[in-house]
């Protein structure tokens, strides 16, 4: 019998079909599965702070509404991860508890400041757009929930990007002050960005299974590397250069080649020795703190509305 389970599972994760919520499946699948959604999770959480710092001071009324839906959005995105979580039977307020007391991961980037309003344009444009990168072939991912979830993500960050695009070209046609901001902000951040597609394939611990079992579709490395040839062009468009003097055409490989993050400070970063680090954990945990008598309000609610239809 439980041949059979384990035969059927395999069968379907090969066909490229989805494994669905009431399908049996192996422990190890579930837990993979559960740890990366509820870091991927975490991440859209703990993302709304660097850009959220600025809201309050976007130069115009347009550029605030933007920056608030696309805020929002990321609220949005964290939620609909949590609920994919819940059909693997895991518990949003355990998930949340491991995120602010360190013992469940989030993504690294996440733990650089924002120091000027250029930051939230190459947000937009790049962190943004690695994570689209790294999120488009999980539309393909072998758990339904994820996978449908992450087409409505994806939809939602390629605006994201967009926005991101056009804030940094009004800049790039603005003044040499707003131009050097651009820049100064492209050179903080291309590096953080390449790290958010995890360590070298040689050091990623999960990829091999995560692609066997068809949760990964690509290898951190060829991400990355899709990420750069797609990144270059865009970059030259908007006037902008990257900061690594490796950075040439291989007209070879067909591909860009490129410089090596500095693993050390990802690591770093990942063990919660970064910039932010604290400052974020300790604002999500007043934020969790704050809202307990609207989770005590709603839990009294539903035990009512419970209580009322029982009679
Ligand atoms: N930041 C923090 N931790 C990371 C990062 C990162 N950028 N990259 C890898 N890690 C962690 C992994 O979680 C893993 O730790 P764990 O085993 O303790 O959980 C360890 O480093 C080794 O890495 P891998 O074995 O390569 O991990 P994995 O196979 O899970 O690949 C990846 C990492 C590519 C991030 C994968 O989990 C993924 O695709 N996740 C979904 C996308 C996502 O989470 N995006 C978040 C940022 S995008 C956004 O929020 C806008």
């Known amino acids: 019998m439980a041949d059979d389970l384990e035969l059927r599972f395999e069968r379907t994760v090969q066909a490229d079909a989805r494994i669905e919520p009431r399908d049996w499946m192996p422990d190890?699948?579930?837990?993979?599965?559960?740890?990366?959604?509820?870091?991927?999770?975490?991440?859209?959480?703990?993302g709304m702070q660097p850009e959220g710092?600025?809201?309050?001071?976007?130069?115009?009324?347009?550029?605030?509404?933007?920056?608030?839906?696309?805020?929002?959005?990321?609220?949005?995105?964290?939620?609909?991860?949590?609920?994919?979580?819940?059909?693997?039977?895991?518990?949003?307020?355990?998930?949340?508890?491991?995120l602010i007391e360190g013992r469940q991961k989030y993504s690294?980037?996440?733990?650089?400041?924002?120091?000027?309003?250029?930051?939230?344009?190459?947000?937009?444009?790049?962190?943004?757009?690695a994570a689209i990168c790294n999120q488009v072939p999980l539309c393909r991912t072998s758990y339904g929930p994820y996978a449908r979830a992450m087409i409505r993500i994806c939809k939602e960050e390629s605006f994201h990007q967009r926005q991101g695009y056009e804030l940094l070209m009004t800049m790039m046609r603005g003044t040499q002050q707003q131009r050097d901001m651009v820049q100064d902000s492209v050179n903080r951040w291309w590096w953080p960005?390449?790290?958010?597609?995890?360590?070298?394939?040689?050091?990623?611990?999960?990829?091999?299974?995560?692609?066997?079992?068809?949760?990964?579709?690509?290898?951190?490395?060829?991400?990355?590397?899709?990420?750069?040839?797609?990144?270059v062009p865009q970059a030259e468009a908007l006037g902008v250069t990257f900061p690594d003097p490796e950075l040439r055409w291989n007209?070879?490989?067909g591909q860009y080649d490129f410089g090596q993050p500095d693993w050390d400070e990802f690591w770093q970063v990942v063990k919660g020795g970064g910039v932010c680090n604290a400052q974020r954990i300790?604002?999500?945990?007043?934020?969790?703190?704050?809202?307990?008598?609207?989770?005590?309000?709603?839990?009294?609610?539903?035990?009512?509305?419970?209580?009322?239809?029982a009679v």
């Open 28 to 46: 190890g699948y579930r837990k993979t599965l559960i740890r990366q959604i509820a870091q991927h999770a975490h991440s859209e959480i703990i």
């Open 53 to 98: 710092n600025w809201i309050s001071r976007a130069p115009s009324l347009r550029r605030k509404a933007i920056l608030l839906a696309k805020v929002q959005d990321e609220a949005g995105h964290g939620l609909y991860l949590y609920s994919a979580t819940e059909t693997l039977g895991a518990d949003r307020e355990d998930l949340t508890l491991k």
């Open 108 to 129: 690294s980037i996440f733990n650089y400041p924002t120091l000027t309003f250029a930051d939230v344009g190459v947000i937009g444009w790049l962190v943004d757009g």
């Open 193 to 231: 960005a390449l790290m958010m597609f995890g360590p070298p394939d040689s050091e990623s611990t999960n990829t091999e299974q995560s692609m066997a079992w068809r949760i990964k579709r690509d290898t951190n490395d060829e991400l990355r590397q899709k990420f750069v040839n797609m990144s």
């Open 251 to 253: 007209e070879e490989r």
């Open 282 to 309: 300790a604002h999500r945990r007043k934020a969790h703190e704050d809202g307990a008598w609207v989770r005590e309000a709603a839990a009294a609610h539903a035990q009512k509305q419970a209580q009322k239809q």
